[in-house]
């Protein structure tokens, strides 16, 4: 037994048994001493144990007198006298004493009342401690007391009750501890309680004032613990019989489970989530501790599920709520230790971490919202402009500022677009650094903030093309003087960004769009960033996204081959022209570009483009140019594209007599204009000297939109560094009816000027009616693909029901955009019609067939 093995060293100094003495023999050869002799031998020799006077008796002549008794067949006689004798000495020696230390004090506590005279805890202490102490005593004396019975005893142990299957005379004999002890009944309280109920009401009390703050003395209780693990409910001895698991551990459980119901009651009242953490936390490491030093470690798992259900299951939702401390207000502050706290006291009561993920999805979302609330409800115009000088002095740099405000204000909204990135962008920072130091990197948390944010990003309408603008912004600046790793940074943020977006095809139109433009421009800071954006585009979404993509910088690569071809082959002709017009060409796949998002969107839906009229020195140079095309590339067709290139135009301004400074000699300008406008300037060439031009004849000779012509005149007619010509009217509109000059005053401090492009040809955020535009042509091209994917899913299967096709159109559909499920009725409804599939009328449940 394992207490015994505890006793040992206990033993071996008290039990002195002298050597047989042949002078007084207990048994002699041949006599006929009675078993009620060898008993009254035996009685004597136990009383002397009893009273620790073992050192004068003699183990051998002992153990021949239960040797003689069992060999004769009386060991049962044996067996119950020792069994009596230890009944009458517990009932005369050892409960008086025990009863003498249960005083009316630890009745009134075991009955919940009050404890007497004993109104302190540490008076409460110092009596419990004695009566733990003298049970303590009582149950080492008896330990001691039947190992060396047993040893007296041992050839009964082995003979008699192994034959009769009888429990040994020591376990009979902790039994009778558990029940003439233990089990003692307390006459005169007036309540049932036996020596049981007070260990456990003392030793819980005991446990209580620690929990309070108290010192006590462990070692005791740990003492008294091991006397109800070493005992059991019946002499079987059954494991989970042990009088610790059946009596004291439920009582352990339950109160344990009402005290920390009254403290967390009491936290939710008076504390604040972080401070429940830190106590919670602590509770549970006191529990370990516990279960390691005071009781047993048995009821570790059990008292850490109580502590668990009570400060953390029960009333988690409030604690997460609490105003200003709770998880709202642990994201918003960036307190990562009580959000480090809270993931591991959640985690020992759901694994799945229910509560957390929608805390922290609810959070997110919140705070995403108030982005895209602050977003729509800032004016930007407001924000960007620059305040006015309040002395009124220096009036150049005053309509300098005055420009740059105007222009700011016309771009306010793409400010916005950029801000709005960058505040989601922070937000995901947020919570990827709270996922990784809180979270332990949880796949499930993640799976929850990243649902969080798909969720807010796709609520808001602009969500695809910010997203684009944000990326077009930092490939054309946002990446200069960066490092490969801090590029690396910029790439995966907006690639993130990408992976949120259920619109993808939406993306893709504005994506291209500003790809386009970009290229075209020559607005891109790294043609290899460029592509590795692309290559992140590719893994993400598929060859099939980026196909175009792809298309657009291969388009570029050949047209530079093209140009460097086309030089060569002119300077292989002979005598060169020097007033040959050089030209720089970009061919351009037209499956490949979004024509209609780069220009082409200036004329009404469905109205061709017009074509223009080139003047004669581009005539020539573009027939030119296509005779050489041609010749390796028979059967093409190319379409010139004025409103998207550009012009070095130099222009000669002549002197004028009779004035100073530059004006009075001749000034040589060169100026990067748009195509369009080149062509404009052209027409000046043969004007004579004060002759000008109406808006009408200008349209008529070129043959270009009037919107383009408007974009082409405002610059050259009203911005000052750049204008070369007069308007008539002279204010800030351009219009029909307006006449326009030669501007042979001009001058300007820079040799090469830049004409700035006017809104239209510039990736900014679209007005309300070039996102109705972009919107009809993205719903057009879902209908298409849609019609496709319904084609190719009926010619794979012939027959399928509504509900199959349904699901598999949007399956396979989900990648690049939800699909509206009136739009794939009306799809179904127009292939019907065209003839690609029929309703099969017999079926039980919707069904289409396929026709070839």
């Not at 003492?223 to 059991?232: A, R």
């Not at 009036?395 to 405000?405: D, E």
């Amino acid at each position: 037994m394992a207490t015994t093995a505890s006793f040992d060293s206990a033993i071996s100094r008290s039990l002195s048994l002298r050597p047989s003495q042949p002078q007084n023999p207990v048994i002699g050869h041949g006599d006929g001493t009675n078993f009620e002799a060898l008993w009254d031998t035996l009685r004597s020799a136990l009383r002397e144990i009893h009273e620790k006077n073992a050192s004068k008796l003699s183990f051998e002549q002992l153990y021949r007198a239960s040797y003689k008794i069992v060999l004769r067949k009386q060991g049962d006689q044996l067996y119950d006298r020792v069994k009596e004798f230890e009944e009458q000495w517990f009932a005369a020696h050892v409960m008086p004493s025990i009863r003498k230390l249960i005083t009316n004090n630890l009745v009134n506590i075991t009955l919940g009342g009050v404890a007497g005279t004993a109104a302190t805890a540490n008076e409460r202490r110092l009596m419990g401690e004695e009566f733990l102490k003298g049970l303590k005593a009582s149950w080492e004396d008896h330990i001691t007391i039947m190992n060396m019975t047993t040893d007296v005893l041992m050839y009964m142990d082995r003979v008699y009750c192994a034959d009769n299957r009888r429990a040994s005379i020591f376990t009979t004999a902790m039994g009778l501890f558990r029940d003439h002890i233990l089990r003692f009944p307390l006459a005169g309280n007036g309540a049932n309680l036996m020596t049981f109920d007070i260990l456990n009401s003392v030793i819980l009390d005991q446990i209580g004032m620690e929990r309070e703050g108290d010192v006590i003395n462990k070692h005791l209780l740990r003492s008294c613990i091991y006397v109800l693990e070493g005992l059991f409910e019946t002499d079987a001895e059954v494991e989970n019989d042990k009088l610790y698991l059946t009596v004291f551990e439920v009582e352990f459980l339950r109160s344990s489970r009402a005290f920390y119901k009254n403290e967390c009651a009491n936290l939710l009242q008076d504390a604040n989530a972080s401070v429940w953490l830190r106590q919670t936390k602590r509770r549970l490491d006191e529990e370990q501790v516990r279960c390691q030093t005071t009781v047993s470690i048995l009821t570790s798992a059990k008292i850490a599920k109580v502590v668990e259900e009570e400060l953390i299951s029960r009333n988690l939702l409030e604690f997460l709520a609490m105003e200003g401390s709770g998880i709202k207000s642990m994201i918003e502050n960036d307190r990562f230790e009580d959000l480090e706290a809270l993931y591991q006291l959640i985690s020992r009561v759901d694994p799945s971490k229910g509560l957390l993920k929608e805390a922290l999805q609810s959070r997110a979302i919140a705070m995403g919202h108030e982005i895209n609330k602050t977003i729509q409800n800032t004016d930007w115009s407001a924000v960007a402009a620059p305040a006015a000088p309040e002395d009124g002095s220096n009036p150049v740099a005053n309509k300098a500022t005055s420009k740059g405000s105007r222009k700011t204000v016309g771009n306010h909204q793409t400010i916005a677009a950029i801000a709005w990135v960058d505040d989601v962008l922070r937000l995901k920072d947020k919570f990827d650094k709270m996922w990784v130091k809180c979270f332990d990197s949880d796949l499930i948390l993640q799976t929850a903030i990243t649902k969080a944010f798909s969720d807010f990003i796709n609520v808001f309408d602009r969500c695809s093309e910010y997203v684009s603008l944000f990326i077009d912004d930092n490939l054309k600046k946002g990446i200069k003087g960066k490092t490969e790793p801090e590029i690396d940074i910029v790439l995966n943020k907006a690639t993130t960004l990408i992976r949120y977006i259920t619109e993808k095809d939406l993306f893709e139109r504005y994506y291209k769009k500003h790809l386009a433009r970009r290229l075209l421009h020559g607005k891109s800071e790294s043609a290899d960033v460029e592509k590795q954006m692309i290559t992140r585009m590719k893994m993400e979404l598929g060859s099939a996204f980026t196909q175009k993509l792809e298309g657009m910088f291969k388009d570029m690569t050949m047209s530079e081959d093209l140009t460097c071809g086309y030089r060569n082959h002119i300077r292989s002709l002979g005598d060169v022209d020097h007033k040959q017009v050089e030209l720089s060409i970009n061919v351009l796949t037209s499956n490949h570009w979004p024509m209609e998002s780069m220009g082409g969107n200036m004329t009404k839906e469905g109205e061709a483009r017009q074509n223009c009229t080139w003047p004669p020195e581009i005539n020539t140079l573009q027939e030119s140019f296509k005779k050489f095309y041609l010749e390796e590339r028979n059967g093409r067709m190319l379409t010139w594209l004025g409103f998207l290139g550009n012009a070095d135009v130099k222009v000669t301004f002549p002197k004028i007599p009779g004035k100073e400074g530059l004006l009075c000699r001749e000034r040589r300008y060169e100026l990067h204009i748009p195509t369009y406008g080149m062509m404009v300037l052209l027409l000046f060439n043969d004007l004579q000297e004060g002759a000008t031009l109406s808006f009408e004849e200008i349209q008529e000779r070129i043959n270009i939109p009037t919107q383009e012509l408007v974009r082409s005149l405002q610059p050259l007619s009203i911005i000052p560094k750049c204008k070369v010509l007069t308007k008539i009217p002279a204010n800030k509109e351009v219009k029909p009816g307006d006449i326009f000059g030669f501007n042979s005053s001009f001058i300007s401090k820079a040799i090469r000027i830049k004409v700035p492009v006017v809104a239209g040809l510039v990736n900014k955020v679209e007005d309300a009616e070039e996102r109705k535009v972009t919107e009809e042509r993205n719903q057009q091209n879902r209908s298409h693909l849609i019609d496709s994917v319904i084609v190719r899913i009926m010619k794979a299967r012939k027959t399928t029901t509504h509900s199959s096709l349904f699901t598999e159109v949007i399956t396979q559909l989900s990648q690049r955009f939800k699909p509206d499920i009136s739009m794939m009725k009306k799809r179904i409804e127009s292939l019907i019609e065209r003839e690609y599939m029929i309703r099969v009328e017999e079926a039980t449940q919707p069904t289409y067939s396929y026709l070839a």
